[in-house]
């Protein structure tokens, strides 16, 4: 994967929650820019998880960005 295409969906506006599939078929949750980081080689990334731990993955393991629905608000019926 391309830097760059990482780069895009972190900084895409308005943010969307985006998950990282890698080579195995497992994906990594990145639920807001501030849980990713790049680190200064460029080859990896830092992915923090729900309990602040962080996963490593090497840009050549990530196979596709999967960005998911954005959740639909459900109106309220008004009394």
Do not use: C, T, Y
């Amino acid at each position: 994967m391309e830097s760059s295409a990482l780069r895009n969906a972190r900084d895409r506006r308005p943010i969307r929650p985006f998950q990282l599939v890698i080579n195995s078929g497992d994906k990594v949750s990145v639920p807001h820019p501030e849980f990713i980081s790049f680190a200064p080689d460029a080859k990896s990334v830092i992915v923090w998880d729900k309990a602040n731990a962080p996963v490593w993955l090497d840009l050549d393991s990530i196979s596709a960005i999967d960005f998911r629905e954005a959740p639909r608000k459900v109106p309220r019926k008004k009394a």
